[in-house]
């Protein structure tokens, strides 16, 4: 189980992952479980269910590449491998740390205040970090969270915003590599699931062709759509204030 600490201005937030279930932790404003796998009721704490991919590691590794759709994804791969595109792990904190805040504050400006931003030394502490660099440049990354059983997709950002086609194309290519370099890494960890951290759900997706897009992307890995829990509970009422004034 993990728990991370969070700063949001003057409050005080938890998150914690991997918990079977949601129990109250004292001395903080907001507290998020995110993930949970069954459904409970339990006093004070509001739930969401909330649609994931995942995909099962169990599978031999020619099974979930041959999953993956061949033109959008599987392509996309070798091109990222053909032009020879680093992978590294855990090397870039500080390179993805900053390309995570521009990018948060250019996309999810309002989830930006209701999550909160996750520092560096917290990042370090918890987190796996995947970095795609072409001739030295980091072009973005995933940070992940992983247990004995599982590895979670948190954080996902990249420099492709503002760019031009060519560009842009070179780090969604690379996006790709590193989603197939997590599981491969995952894998051989004797890590049996691979969680996206998430889809919007269809009616949202309908609604909104840049979410429709999003869930298309993380289809095209192939993989198993299921329910998780999000499980939430406020104890300060200025936060509450704050947090449905953005919501």
Same mark, same amino acid.
């Given at each position: 189980?993990?728990?991370?600490?969070?700063?949001?201005?003057?409050?005080?937030? /938890?998150? +914690?992952?991997?918990?079977?279930?949601?129990?109250?932790?004292?001395?903080?404003?907001?507290? =998020?479980?995110?993930?949970?796998?069954?459904?409970?009721?339990?006093?004070?704490?509001?739930?969401?269910?909330?649609?994931?991919?995942?995909?099962?590691?169990?599978?031999?590794?020619?099974?979930?590449?041959?999953?993956?759709?061949?033109?959008?994804?599987?392509?996309?791969? /070798?091109?990222?491998?053909?032009?020879?595109? @680093?992978?590294?792990?855990?090397?870039?904190?500080?390179?993805?740390?900053?390309?995570?805040?521009?990018?948060? =504050?250019?996309?999810?400006?309002?989830? !930006? #205040?209701?999550?909160?931003? *996750?520092?560096?030394?917290?990042?370090?502490?918890?987190?796996?970090?995947?970095?795609?660099?072409?001739?030295? %440049? +980091?072009?973005?990354?995933? #940070?992940?969270?992983?247990?004995?059983?599982? *590895?979670?997709? =948190?954080?996902?950002?990249?420099?492709?915003?503002?760019?031009?086609?060519?560009?842009?194309? #070179?780090?969604?290519?690379?996006?790709?590599?590193?989603?197939?370099?997590?599981?491969?890494?995952?894998?051989? /960890?004797?890590?049996?699931?691979?969680?996206?951290?998430?889809?919007?759900? /269809?009616?949202?997706? %309908?609604?909104?062709?840049?979410?429709?897009?999003?869930?298309? !992307?993380?289809?095209?890995?192939?993989?198993? +759509?299921?329910?998780?829990? @999000?499980?939430?509970?406020?104890?300060? =009422?200025?936060?509450?204030? +704050?947090?449905?004034? !953005?919501?």
């Amino acid at each position: 189980m993990l728990v991370l600490d969070k700063k949001i201005t003057i409050f005080n937030i /938890k998150e +914690v992952y991997f918990s079977e279930y949601p129990f109250d932790i004292k001395g903080c404003d907001s507290l =998020r479980f995110y993930f949970c796998k069954d459904e409970v009721s339990l006093n004070g704490f509001s739930f969401q269910r909330k649609p994931t991919l995942i995909i099962d590691l169990t599978q031999d590794l020619e099974k979930i590449w041959l999953n993956m759709d061949r033109k959008s994804t599987r392509n996309s791969i /070798k091109k990222a491998q053909e032009k020879e595109i @680093e992978v590294k792990i855990n090397d870039d904190y500080n390179q993805f740390h900053a390309i995570l805040k521009s990018f948060m =504050r250019q996309k999810r400006f309002g989830s !930006f #205040l209701l999550m909160g931003e *996750i520092n560096l030394a917290t990042m370090k502490k918890y987190g796996t970090c995947f970095t795609a660099r072409y001739r030295g %440049e +980091v072009l973005g990354g995933h #940070l992940y969270f992983e247990d004995e059983e599982n *590895i979670l997709l =948190r954080y996902s950002a990249s420099k492709r915003l503002g760019l031009d086609k060519n560009k842009a194309k #070179l780090i969604s290519d690379a996006n790709r590599l590193l989603h197939w370099e997590a599981i491969q890494y995952a894998k051989n /960890k004797g890590i049996t699931v691979y969680d996206w951290g998430g889809l919007w759900s /269809k009616e949202e997706a %309908e609604q909104d062709p840049q979410k429709r897009g999003v869930n298309s !992307f993380k289809l095209s890995f192939g993989g198993e +759509v299921v329910t998780r829990y @999000e499980y939430y509970k406020i104890y300060s =009422r200025i936060y509450n204030f +704050v947090y449905h004034l !953005f919501a």
